[in-house]
């Protein structure tokens, strides 16, 4: 198939790259090109076209990005779709989903609806899996939103994906390069401003007792913001790994940032079980809001992240084509646990 070296109307003003990829679209609208096809070589493209190889690829490129056109390794470049439906593909790795997560998801998608296509991947705290899946990807979407929380250094393959097409929430990693957006969580601050909102309740408890699992990849910036509150308010404290039932008694306050919650109903657990009051004897500040903890015990205190606010601020970065480097809101929610 030969492509004529013929750009449309408008075209002139663009750069020569977007002119290749607008032309292969007029071809597939006037019916030329059909799903399947194989366009020509880069080198049958060069001599059609007078074009650079790197002008060409990336022409090429937009058009794989935006779905249109598929690359096979060692065959060339196919005809995918013969529609552009959305103007955005996204790349939406997570660690895991979780009610938060969909939060989040369900707000993004909701923003995103018309104007892109999200496909979304989870790797678990799984090294290979995330690696996997950023190299299998690179160059097929316009957006990678990725959360990461791995104890590996996962700076280097973040790096490879393009920097304005990189998006990172939820945790600020560090050693990127490039101009990229992040929209993340300051646990250190989060936790430190949040204390300071509930220091008149805090004031009632002898003791605030910090339980921090060490795998937790954040832990040591809630510990650091914690420590800082404590030192600068002089409230006696303690940071544990773990629920300990010995340390347990009237008088203490705690925080708890388990994953799956298990912390908050060993708690409630132990305050039945010694019978001490949940917002008088004992108090109880939870990471994270979730309906259950709304209703359960009357009400738990917790310091949560707003997911609605990430996905909406992700979303904008996307559809306004623009990088925003920002810290997500985090709120306090006052109930009958303190």
Avoid: W
Avoid at 87 to 115: G, P, W
Avoid at 168 to 185: C, F, H, K, V, W
């Amino acid at each position: 198939m030969t492509i004529q070296n013929t750009p449309q109307n408008g075209n002139q003003g663009k750069m020569k790259y977007k002119q290749l990829a607008d032309h292969i679209m007029s071809l597939i609208e006037i019916d030329q090109l059909h799903i399947g096809d194989q366009l020509p070589s880069l080198k049958q493209l060069q001599l059609q076209l007078k074009m650079s190889k790197e002008t060409l690829l990336k022409g090429l490129n937009e058009l794989v990005e935006k779905g249109i056109v598929e690359s096979v390794y060692r065959k060339g470049y196919y005809v995918r779709k013969t529609t552009i439906d959305r103007s955005f593909r996204v790349f939406l790795l997570l660690d895991k989903m979780n009610i938060l997560r969909e939060q989040f998801y369900r707000t993004l998608f909701n923003q995103l609806e018309a104007r892109a296509d999200i496909d979304i991947y989870f790797h678990h705290h799984n090294y290979q899996v995330f690696e996997k899946l950023i190299k299998e990807n690179l160059g097929a979407y316009t957006h990678y939103v990725i959360a990461t929380f791995l104890k590996e250094d996962v700076a280097p393959l973040l790096n490879l994906i393009p920097d304005k097409k990189r998006i990172i929430i939820d945790l600020n990693e560090q050693g990127l390069s490039g101009n990229y957006s992040s929209i993340y969580q300051d646990y250190g601050y989060d936790i430190y401003n949040s204390l300071h909102q509930l220091k008149d309740e805090l004031k009632k408890y002898d003791r605030l007792i910090l339980v921090a699992h060490p795998e937790a990849i954040h832990a040591r910036l809630v510990i650091e913001g914690f420590l800082h509150y404590c030192t600068e308010v002089e409230h006696p404290y303690l940071i544990q790994s773990d629920i300990d039932e010995k340390t347990f008694q009237k008088g203490n306050a705690y925080v708890t940032f388990s994953r799956y919650d298990t912390d908050d109903v060993m708690l409630i657990k132990l305050a039945r079980k010694k019978k001490l009051k949940l917002g008088k004897d004992v108090g109880l500040i939870s990471y994270n809001d979730t309906l259950v903890k709304e209703v359960l015990e009357n009400g738990i205190t917790v310091i949560s992240t707003d997911f609605e606010a990430m996905g909406k601020t992700v979303a904008e970065a996307i559809l306004e084509e623009k990088i925003i480097i920002k810290r997500n809101p985090t709120n306090v929610i006052k109930r009958h646990s303190l």
